[in-house]
T-cell receptor
Framework: GQQLNQSPQSMFIQEGEDVSMNCTSSSIFNTWLWYKQDPGEGPVLLIALYKAGELTSNGRLTAQFGITRKDSFLNISASIPSDVGIYFCAGQRYAGNNRKLIWGLGTSLAVNP | GAVVSQHPSRVICKSGTSVKIECRSLDFQATTMFWYRQFPKQSLMLMATSNEGSKATYEQGVEKDKFLINHASLTLSTLTVTSAHPEDSSFYIC????????????FGPGTRLTVL
């Protein structure tokens, strides 16, 4: 099935550094979502974006819904060890197909204390 | 808000037996619930979508007779893996979504199934 292009695939950074990851698609979405998944757990919603150009923050996390509605990025500022995990982007359309989520392949983040 | 629970969190069963996994939305009504399967180091793979009171819609390649889904109420959906085999061992995750157009999916903590 369709998947989003998410990059980078993995990152290994020092504590305190900023992180940036993004997702792109060949088609438009009505909603962009960012989830974090810890090992052995289900994904947890971090940020939901509903409007093209929207910039939303959640603590040290900031995400933007691209103007073209075909991309989104997630930034994490001043990373800490508990930021470790896999980050997934997902796109959703309002019409048709039960409004299924289309997923990126994930960005695995490792933080060196 | 938007809490989804799953039970059991882990299950080990013998080959040939059936296993039922429950998914509950605890603080909202979920007209739609989704069942996913996830292999190690991979993204989530949608298996089926269930709407309360109607038959589930299965994704291509997912056997509906093997993975039975029941969405009997606005807060409960169940996935039954029938006649489980070792290749069915996986991490199964459910999600639930409310009724508004902008409602998004909230996920359960997942169920680790191991078939011996």
């Amino acid at each position: 099935g369709q998947q989003l292009n998410q990059s980078p695939q993995s990152m290994f950074i020092q504590e305190g550094e900023d992180v940036s990851m993004n997702c792109t698609s060949s088609s438009i979405f009505n909603t962009w979502l960012w989830y974090k998944q810890d090992p052995g757990e289900g994904p947890v919603l971090l940020i939901a974006l509903y409007k093209a150009g929207e910039l939303t923050s959640n603590g040290r996390l900031t995400a933007q819904f691209g103007i073209t509605r075909k991309d989104s990025f997630l930034n994490i500022s001043a990373s800490i060890p508990s930021d470790v995990g896999i980050y997934f982007c997902a796109g959703q359309r309002y019409a048709g197909n039960n409004r299924k989520l289309i997923w990126g392949l994930g960005t695995s983040l490792a933080v060196n204390p | 808000g938007a809490v989804v629970s799953q039970h059991p969190s882990r299950v080990i069963c013998k080959s040939g037996t059936s296993v039922k996994i429950e998914c509950r939305s605890l603080d909202f009504q979920a007209t739609t619930m989704f069942w996913y399967r996830q292999f190690p180091k991979q993204s989530l793979m949608l298996m089926a979508t269930s709407n309360e009171g109607s038959k589930a819609t299965y994704e291509q390649g997912v056997e509906k007779d093997k993975f039975l889904i029941n969405h009997a109420s606005l807060t409960l959906s169940t996935l039954t893996v029938t006649s489980a085999h070792p290749e069915d061992s996986s991490f199964y995750i459910c999600s639930a979504r409310g009724t508004a157009l902008t409602d998004t999916q909230y996920f359960g903590p997942g169920t680790r199934l191991t078939v011996l």
